[in-house]
């Protein structure tokens, strides 16, 4: 009989992109906006890679340890981190991952104080691993310098994880849902134009994975 895989076995080189929360933001009931980010770890144990993408907020560190225990890591095994842009909800924990190299916007920093300057446009992505292809692409607007996380899942599809690039599926059809939050709503409409065109996926900053559907 065939044994069942768990999140934990090593499966080879592939990558497989696990969503340890979806995101939201929504008002509650007495008027108050609550909102926290997607958070997403890209596994790939083969080439003894994990990516996690957005760390949620100073509030979740006991939560995100304990997602990562049930995929049998540590945070000392995250190898990247990739923060999609600056803002609180999605950098709240970059001083658990001391191991990693972190990505945070265009910034990537590597043991400790160790800068690595990198040019980021869409022909020339951060690349954190060739095969499987996972690369760290410019998808500016929300902010100046967002960024998104392009994977080459093992089903040979492109999974982009794309922070408040999208906020949520509703907002293909209610621009009101992103545009409220952009900084650059044209520029951040040319991104969202751009990566539709190739992503089979998407998973956005404050809702659940969504298929793109090709027109
Ligand atoms: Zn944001």
Redesign the pocket.
């Known amino acids: 009989m065939r044994a069942l895989m768990t999140s934990c076995d090593v499966i080879g080189t592939m990558a497989d992109v696990f969503v340890l929360r979806d995101g939201y933001g929504h008002e509650d009931e007495t008027g108050t906006y609550r909102a926290n ?1 997607t958070i997403s770890l890209i596994k790939c144990p083969a080439m003894k890679i994990n990516v996690l993408v957005d760390t949620g907020s100073p509030w979740d560190r006991d939560f995100l340890v304990a997602k990562l225990t049930e995929h049998c890591l540590t945070p000392d095994d995250v190898t990247h981190v990739v923060g999609t ?1 600056g ?1 609180v ?2 950098i709240g924990n970059l001083n658990l991952f001391t191991s990693a190299t972190h990505i945070v916007s265009h910034d990537i920093v590597s043991r400790g104080d160790r800068y690595t300057l990198h040019d980021f446009r869409l022909d020339n992505p951060y690349r954190i691993a060739e095969s499987p292809r996972i690369d760290v692409i410019p998808t500016p607007g ?2 100046g310098r967002d960024v998104s996380v392009l994977v080459r899942a093992h089903d040979e599809e492109n999974v982009l994880i794309a ?2 690039l999208f906020e949520n599926e509703r907002d293909l059809t209610d621009e009101k849902l992103w545009k409220d ?1 952009s900084e650059c709503p044209e520029i951040q409409a040319e991104s969202r134009r751009r990566v539709l065109e190739f992503a089979d996926w998407i998973i956005p ?1 404050h809702g659940r994975k969504f298929r793109v559907v090709k027109k």
């Open positions: 980010c842009h803002h909800d999605h929300h902010t922070g408040d939050n900053g």
